[in-house]
């Protein structure tokens, strides 16, 4: 017997709601719910528009400022109806079958379950400062290399979480418009170091739609940045920056992907090097 599902869409842009919900309204079973968390000071016509009861499965919450993923997140994980929750950005196109997968992965016991996520440049040519290896920074996986859980489309038995006593740190996660991460991969590997099944499904994937700011060389050197902060945020600067040339000389051959990778990793310290500074000064 397949188990119901709560979808969660977490979204400080309430212009981008609209199109998710929609998206997701033809993606869910009928004992699913869907929990929606706005995370910013939408105004009244907006508020009016999220929550018309035009979805009985539809419940909506507001909450009145920006204060970060994490915590939506984690209040959508308390607000959820059903023991297993699916995490859905506002700018993934999930499927049906991505969904009927990971309900079949969660049935089966799985305690957490991800997709593949692919990058859609909706049709731009990609820039020569991107390569596979920076993939990352767009939340999408490396399309030749294995896949892992990431918050872009992922599954979580709300109930085993609880029972470890795991949520999303509110240490990481983004909070407005800084891009600190990996509170995602962070509450995987608690679980995972706790014994808790996981399930990738390397075959099943879902777009990623990649507006053209992402696409400036701009804001992929302040999402390497934020990756360094991330990095030292949760104990793993050492790891990380391994991690992150790893990834970055993922790109394939020649001088290129080479040249980008030390740019990128200089981008990784400096990011590093912050956080240690503003922890230091924090210290009494």
């Not at 859980?149 to 949520?167: M, N, P, S």
């Not at 030390?262 to 981008?267: M, T």
Request: a positive charge; hydrophobic letters at 40%.
């Amino acid at each position: 017997m397949s188990v119901p599902l709560t979808v969660a869409l977490c979204s400080n842009r309430p212009g981008l709601l609209l199109s998710a919900l929609d998206r997701l309204s033809g993606v869910l079973g009928a004992d699913d719910h869907l929990v929606v968390i706005v995370d910013t000071a939408a105004d009244a016509a907006t508020q009016r528009r999220l929550a018309e009861p035009a979805d009985r499965r539809r419940t909506v919450f507001f909450n009145g400022a920006t204060i970060g993923l994490s915590y939506s997140r984690n209040l959508a994980l308390k607000e959820a109806p059903t023991r297993h929750v699916v995490f859905v950005d506002d700018d993934i196109v999930p499927t049906t079958d991505a969904m009927e997968d990971l309900r079949t992965a969660l049935t089966g016991g799985a305690h957490v379950a991800g997709t593949r996520i692919t990058a859609d440049l909706q049709g731009r040519r990609t820039p020569w400062w991107l390569t596979a290896g920076q993939l990352h920074y767009l939340g999408s996986h490396h399309p030749d290399l294995p896949a892992s859980i990431w918050g872009g489309c992922f599954a979580l038995d709300r109930d085993h979480a609880r029972l470890l006593g795991i949520d999303f740190d509110s240490r990481l996660g983004r909070v407005g418009t800084n891009l600190a991460s990996a509170e995602d991969t962070t509450l995987v590997r608690r679980l995972a170091a706790l014994g808790a099944t996981t399930a990738v499904l390397h075959d099943r994937q879902v777009r990623h739609l990649i507006p053209a700011h992402r696409l400036r060389p701009g804001y992929l050197l302040r999402r390497a940045y934020w990756q360094g902060r991330s990095e030292v945020r949760r104990r793993t600067a050492g790891s990380g920056l391994h991690k992150e040339w790893r990834r970055n000389r993922s790109g394939g051959p020649g001088a290129r992907p080479a040249v980008l990778a030390v740019l990128y990793i200089a981008a990784v310290l400096t990011g590093i090097g912050r956080e240690l500074l503003e922890q230091a000064r924090r210290r009494p």
